[in-house]
């Protein structure tokens, strides 16, 4: 995340986007200076079709398309409330499914694990 707040300029705010915001708390974030604590806007999907089915036990299987609702009602949430936004990291690694769509929908880069091992792998390879 400091990376990714680094890439950004200083007047935009990096989204992280999760399944369950409550679970993710700012001591999760590896940012330890408050002003750029003050750039991360978190947003979860709580209530949304992949939570409730995850939360099942055994999981139910979570559709592509219920997926990408749940995370596009959220950004649309986040971005209206937060025009500065200029990234979003999504951090459930059920999200990079729906990445494509996303960034199309917004115009910003997306970032996620699937992100992370690409370019970790582009870096020595």
């Known amino acids: 995340m400091p990376t990714l707040l680094r890439q950004l300029p200083r007047s935009s705010k990096l989204a992280v986007l999760t399944a369950d915001s409550s679970h993710c708390s700012e ?16 947003g979860g999907i709580e ?26 009602a959220r950004v649309s949430q986040l971005c209206a409330a937060h025009p500065d936004i200029g990234a979003i990291l999504f951090e459930c690694t059920a999200f990079p499914a729906v ?5 199309g929908m917004t115009g910003l880069p997306v970032y996620d694990i699937a992100t992370l091992c690409k370019m ?6």
């Open 27 to 42: 001591d999760l974030l590896g940012v330890d200076e408050t002003g750029e604590l003050a750039r991360v806007v978190i």
């Open 120 to 125: 970790t792998f582009a870096s020595v390879a």
């Open 47 to 72: 209530g949304g079709k992949l939570l409730e089915n995850e939360m099942k036990r055994p999981p139910i299987f979570t559709e592509t398309a219920d997926i990408e609702a749940d995370v596009r």
């Open 99 to 103: 990445a494509p769509a996303i960034r």
